[in-house]
């Protein structure tokens, strides 16, 4: 389209990624006053809506930049109010006990669609157009407003405090749980300082030495793969100290990017995108199970907000960065120094004895 190009690809992801970190603490406050369902069935809303009017500009040959800057935005703005949402939502659909399992399918179900979805936008493209694709990322969108709203839930509104008060509240209950800023914090770091530079640099390593964007696509594959092997391992299980072992399968997510600096054939690089993705998975859903079952349900959408912002806010940043330091310092190097800093974080991580014996039996 007029305009359009690598610059103008940035500008898009740019704006959807900005429009989610500055909307998540307004999801999270909308959560715990509204309830989960109602700011999701809103996100989904918007979602639709974004991406149905995207599909229409692109299937009629009409879309311009801005418009897709602009569209982008909504969705981001919707992503931001369904994340904390999605936190929230599930300890009111099942019991204490089924957290872990809940969290493991969801899990599962993610890694599905992130390993089934390229490929099924890749198959649409070429019998149709990218308009297609984002029609029916429209209607999966649709399809879980429909679901949510046949949930059979309610919620008692609390007292209506000012919005300050109630990010202020929420930042209290946040920082007052050591385990938890503190395991906010090497995540957040983690993307910063090992995986955006992971994402940015590796297609380009592919590229040059595993055999281009089919090497670097199975190798993102396979993570996705990974994660749903993590997920089903975690199924019928609740483990004590849940915190040690997240944090633990955490330092899996160096091993693909030490392969690469180590300048590894393909399947070696590939199995170790496999690992990472299990200990991803296992990270990601013992932490949110964690946060589920010891946050007070009136304040887990703004304690599950600041997570999440917390986790996610360097990651721009990192991505911005990779490019001109790898520059300066060599990809190796800068990889090196990644999977330096992850191993060397975990270990701190877990001197802290909130994190190392947190639900010890």
Known sequence: ?????????????????????????????????????????????????????????????????WEVVALAVVLGVGEGGFSPGLTALVPGLVPTDDLADANSLLQI??????????????????????????????????????????????QSAPPHRGLFTDLGRGW?????????????????????????????????????????????????????????????????????????????????????????????????VAAAALLAGAGAAVCNILVTTVIQREIPAEIRGRVSAFNSLGAFALGPLGLALAGPVSDIVGADRLLGLGVLWQLTAVGVVLAFPSVRRHGAR
């Open 1 to 65: 389209m007029p305009g359009g190009g690598v610059n103008a690809v940035g500008v898009v992801m740019a704006a959807r990624i900005l429009a989610v970190l500055v909307v998540l603490l307004l999801g999270g406050v909308f959560t715990d006053r509204l309830g989960a369902r109602a700011v999701m069935l809103t996100a989904d809303l918007l979602r639709f809506t974004a991406q149905g009017t995207l599909a229409v500009l692109l299937l009629t040959h009409s879309a311009r930049v």
């Open 172 to 268: 209290k209950e946040f920082t007052s749980r050591t385990w938890l800023w503190v395991t906010t914090l090497q995540i957040s770091l983690f993307n910063f300082v090992l995986w955006a530079p992971f994402l940015v640099l590796g297609p380009t390593l592919a590229q040059q030495r595993l055999g281009g964007a089919r090497a670097w696509g199975l190798v993102l594959a396979l993570y996705g793969v990974g994660s749903i092997f993590g997920a089903l391992a975690l199924l019928g299980r609740n483990p004590s100290r849940a915190l040690l072992w997240s944090m633990a399968a955490s330092a899996g997510w160096a091993i693909p990017a030490a392969a690469l600096a180590a300048r590894l054939p393909l399947g070696w």
């Open 109 to 154: 179900t993610q890694a599905v669609t992130s390993v089934a979805g390229p490929g099924l936008a890749g198959l649409l493209i070429a019998a149709a157009d990218a308009g297609t694709v984002v029609a029916v990322d429209a209607v999966s969108y649709g399809m879980s407003f429909l679901a949510l709203a046949g949930l059979p839930l309610s």
